[in-house]
């Protein structure tokens, strides 16, 4: 069994910044593809950013170059540093990772962590 637990979110005001973290736990052999999705009230879940197992990373257009995804792979840790939020940037942020569970491949999700953004 793996499990996602994420943290970090919270209350801030626009311009602010918050930093999330998903911590992987369990029977895991290796992960691979990591990342961040979001939903907001009324709307699809989107990507937010995601990272490879060797660094290389995407990003949403609505949050390239004021959030930064990274990871640790030694932790299974993945993080997202949010800087300059807007309150279009509220959402429930979901961890999402691609883990071998030492049996298979499989698709894990967070609880997912509400960021909500005051103007």
């Known amino acids: 069994q793996v499990q996602l637990v994420e943290s970090g979110g919270g209350l801030v005001q626009a311009g602010g910044s918050l930093r999330l973290s998903c911590a992987a736990s369990?029977?895991?052999?290796?992960?691979?593809?990591m990342g961040w999705y979001r939903q907001a009230p009324g709307k699809q879940r989107e990507l937010v950013a995601i990272?490879?197992?060797?660094?290389?990373?995407n990003y949403a257009g609505s949050v390239k170059g004021r959030f930064t995804i990274s990871r640790d792979n030694a932790k299974n840790t993945v993080y997202l540093q949010m800087n300059s939020l807007k309150p279009e940037d509220t959402a429930v942020y979901y961890c999402?990772?691609?883990?071998?569970?030492?049996?298979?491949?499989?698709?894990?999700w967070g609880q997912g962590t509400q960021v909500t953004v005051s103007s």
């Open positions: 369990g029977s895991i052999a290796s992960i691979n593809v």
């Open positions: 999402n990772a691609n883990v071998n569970d030492r049996v298979s491949w499989g698709v894990y």
């Open positions: 990272i490879g197992n060797g660094g290389i990373t």
